[in-house]
Nanobody, 127 residues
Framework: QVQLVESGGGLGQTGGSLRLSCAAS????????MAWFRQAPGKEREFVAS????????SYADSVKGRFTVSRDNAKNTVYLQLSGLKPEDTAVYYC????????????????????WGQGTQVTVSS
């Protein structure tokens, strides 16, 4: 059974940076595409970024493009999300999610396409 555990959330300042980590246990995810989603209070969960199993292909939501960077270290079975240029509207619970197989498309942004989920980590950005 694969488990995903996010960490690195907390309080950030407008314009500041945070780095989120998603560590997987149970099996290697070196060929598994991963994604980050977020959910703000009172809003639906939304796609943030995704990365192919090799790390060569990336995708970002328009709202975070140029500010956030997704990466992975397959040797550590960990995916990262570097948040820079933080804005108050980035405040949300951030979730990492994994595909059930190795198929990936940069156009896939629906949460149902990533069926394995972590518990989330809170990011709060103060103005």
């Amino acid at each position: 059974q694969v488990q995903l555990v996010e960490s690195g959330g907390g309080l950030g300042q407008t314009g500041g940076s945070l780095r989120l980590s998603c560590a997987a246990s149970g099996r290697s995810l070196s060929t598994t595409p991963m994604a980050w989603f977020r959910q703000a209070p009172g809003k639906e969960r939304e796609f943030v970024a995704s990365i192919s199993g090799s790390g060569e292909r990336l995708s970002y939501a328009d709202s975070v493009k140029g500010r956030f960077t997704v990466s992975r270290d397959n040797a550590k079975n960990t995916v990262y999300l570097q948040l820079s240029g933080l804005k108050p509207e980035d405040t949300a619970v951030y979730y990492c999610a994994a595909r059930a197989n190795s198929l990936y498309s940069t156009t896939w942004t629906e949460s149902r396409l990533f069926p394995l989920w972590g518990q989330g980590t809170q990011v709060t950005v103060s103005s």
